[in-house]
């Protein structure tokens, strides 16, 4: 299995749901309806599966309004700034996060598998 | 609300899950047939004895959701068996909202099956949940019902072991009685079958060995009753004032009348000898549904088929009811005990056999442990008005529930 399936298992296992309703395009929290305790098991099993360390922090993009909060109070380009604190992160998927932030949280199953990919890299 | 008048509590909705049935009218029919659940159990090679419901499955009852991995074996029992009985309800959102939640729940015992790999006090695996505890929290299933079921009332998790779904449905019986709330949902679930509940059972010397027909292991109230075998399932009910079920057309399925519990304060497995504060608590019961000991038409025993607790519950008996002696049954000898949960799914049963004037008799009762009691041997039909449910439990814990047919003229 690839990091992507083996995202959507844990996913499906963790949220009682079907495979198929998971995609990389599908919001966790919009789309799924994760909740906090659901973030706690994923960190978990993805630290457990993929032996790396999970900082719930970063995968999650908790942090992603204080940093944008920050690089706006610091005259920084917004962009620059989350791709240095959200370094698993790309180009492309930061415009279209900070894009969307209107629409409620912006976690992708994809952000997840760039996540675990580079820490699997890192390792 | 004029403070004399005595508000009544009835049962409006039956949701069970058991190894004679996921209804009434099954439970009926498997009671008639003799057909029941006992086998030697697959996860213990000293081979144990249980009254397994091998096709059990929470989502049959429940659909899928999330926190269904934190449910226990006994506490999926709960809400499967709690979720029927709102289904079954049929009433709105806000009814529900305001209605509480009573429940009897039990330890997890299956130590070995969450803790496959335990070594040096080491529980940490792989798969090893974030929240794993919740598997051990006596009011995770309260707090599932409340969830799925958009239940928002008073809500009390009991945990007097054997006893506690009995209290449980005492407790609830008593908020509506005392004009706190007008419907509250109540009942239990308890599975003790795995490999680390046998063992501790075993231990404490409570189990009847695993030799023999399994059909014939439990006994209760027999000369050579030898210990209970374990069973598992779930019970809840609507328990529902009169006037507020009435006004909207309810079915109603008998009357609870009186309630009592007490605690021993003698031994933390063995039932106190002389029975002293369980007859306090049956008598109690009594005197709270406004009646008398030959008002009783038949007594649903706690009838465990331990030596301790049924020597203890006959003379118990005797005492309590002595030249009129009301029927004696143990539907123990049919579903095995279901720890937590026996109380309400004996309700459950008692329901059943109350709307068809039918008593099931006591299994394998050959040579009664009693000659003065009016032990139910063979099977009957006979109108039935007032039954008492007793149960006991580890330690020391006594519960007694009156309940009575429904008359649509009174």
Redesign the interface.
Known sequence: MNILEEITEILA?????ENHNISPETYLIRDLGVES??L??L???LN??FKIDVNDDEIFLKKLRQYITEAEQQNKDILQYLAENLPFLSRKRLEEITADLEEGPTLKVEDLVSYVERQCYEN | MMDNMRRRVVITSVGVISSLGFTLVEILNNLKDENISFERSFFDNEDAIVSPINDFDVKDFAD???D??YLNRGAQFCVASAIEAVKKAGIDKKLLAESGLFLGTGPNLDIGGEFPDIKVGEIDR??????WMLKFLPNTAASVIAKLAGIHGENQTITTACSASLQAIGEAFRKIKDGYIDLAFAGGGDSRLSKSSILAYKKAHALCDGTGNPERAIRPFDKSRKGFVPGEGGAFFLFEELQHAKSRGATIYGEICGYSASIDGYAMTAPQPDGKWAERSVNAALQEAGLVSSDIDVVSSHGTGTLLNDLMEAKLIDRIYGEKPPFVIALKSWIGHIAAACGAVELAICLACMQSSYLPKIRNLDEPCHAALNFVREEQSCPIRNILLENFGFGGQNSALVVRKHDRLR
Not at chain 2, 126 to 131: I, R
């Open positions: 296992e963790i949220l009682d749901i305790i659901d706690l098991e960190a978990v099993a457990s599966i | 899928h959701f999330k269904r991995r792989k798969d090893l949940m974030a929240l």
